[in-house]
C-alpha cells in the first residue's frame, strides 16, 4: 500500500497572501487529521476529517481551515500568513484501529 | 487537559549502550499510548503501541510498558545503533476523541560509534 502523500513538500509564502496543502491518505483510511510542528510549539493537533466531516478541532484560529473530499482527500487552508505560521505540516491518516496513525512527510511552510 | 511529559534531550549515547526515555502522562479516561519517531527531514513514524494497562509495546529492539499506576510509558532498548539516532515522541490518544493525539516535546538521540 502507498503511504501517506503530502504536496507540494516545500512552500515559501510571504505574509498576508494564503496557502492550501493537500493530504491524500492510505487507501482505505477514512480519517485525516492536521499537525502543525514547530520548535517552539511542538506538535499540535489542528484538525481531524473523517468522511468528510470535522470531528475534531484544535485550540487555532479561524485563519486555519480544512476540508476533506468523498476520496478521503483531505485540503487545509492557511489565510493572512503570519510569519509565526512557519512551520512543518504533517498529515495523518487513520483506518481506525486503536487510533494508530500513519504520518506523511509533511509540507515545511515558510513564511516571509 | 490531557498531556504528556518527556526527559529532555538531547540524549547522547556510544553505539552499544542500554537506552531509556522517560515519559509520563495525565490523562482521563484509559487512553492508548505510542511512541514515534521522526528521522532527519522526515515525517513521523509509529514505532510501537500499547492500548491498555500492563501491555508491552515493542518493535526493531525497542520496548515500553504502559504503567497506569505510575501513569508512565518509558522507551528503552538494549543496544543502540548509530541509525537510530533520530528524534523520538511520546503520544497518547483519548478514548473519546479517537483521532487526536496529544504528543511531549520529543527527545533527541544522538548515538555515536
Known amino acids: 500500500k502507498a503511504g501517506v502523500t503530502q504536496t507540494p513538500r516545500y512552500l515559501i509564502k510571504t505574509r498576508g497572501q494564503q496557502v492550501t496543502l493537500s493530504c491524500s491518505p492510505i487507501s482505505g483510511h477514512r480519517s485525516v487529521s492536521w499537525y502543525q510542528q514547530t520548535p517552539g510549539q511542538g506538535l499540535q493537533f489542528l484538525f481531524e476529517?473523517?468522511?468528510?466531516?470535522?470531528?475534531n478541532k484544535g485550540n487555532f484560529p479561524g485563519r486555519f481551515s480544512g476540508r476533506q473530499f468523498s476520496n478521503s482527500r483531505s485540503e487545509m487552508n492557511v489565510s493572512t500568513l503570519e510569519l509565526g505560521d512557519s512551520a512543518l505540516y504533517l498529515c495523518a491518516s487513520s483506518g481506525g484501529n486503536y487510533n494508530e496513525q500513519f504520518f506523511g512527510p509533511g509540507t515545511r511552510l515558510t513564511v516571509l | 487537559g490531557d498531556s504528556v511529559t518527556q526527559m529532555e534531550g538531547p540524549v547522547t549515547l556510544s553505539e552499544e549502550a542500554f537506552l531509556t526515555i522517560n515519559c509520563t502522562y495525565t490523562?482521563?479516561?484509559?487512553?492508548?499510548l505510542f511512541w514515534y519517531v521522526q528521522y532527519p527531514g522526515e515525517g513521523l513514524q509509529l514505532l510501537l503501541k500499547?492500548?491498555?494497562?500492563?501491555d508491552k509495546g515493542s518493535n526493531k529492539g525497542f520496548e515500553a510498558t504502559y504503567r497506569k499506576e505510575t501513569t508512565s510509558f518509558h522507551l528503552e532498548k538494549g543496544s543502540v545503533q548509530v541509525s537510530d539516532s533520530a528524534v523520538y515522541f511520546c503520544?497518547?490518544?483519548?478514548?473519546?476523541?479517537?483521532?487526536?493525539?496529544?504528543f511531549g516535546t520529543g527527545t533527541r538521540l544522538q548515538v555515536f560509534p
Open positions: 500499547a492500548t491498555k494497562a500492563d
Open positions: 476529517y473523517f468522511s468528510e466531516t470535522q470531528r
Open positions: 503520544a497518547l490518544s483519548d478514548q473519546t476523541n479517537t483521532d487526536k493525539l496529544i
Open positions: 490523562a482521563t479516561g484509559y487512553p492508548s
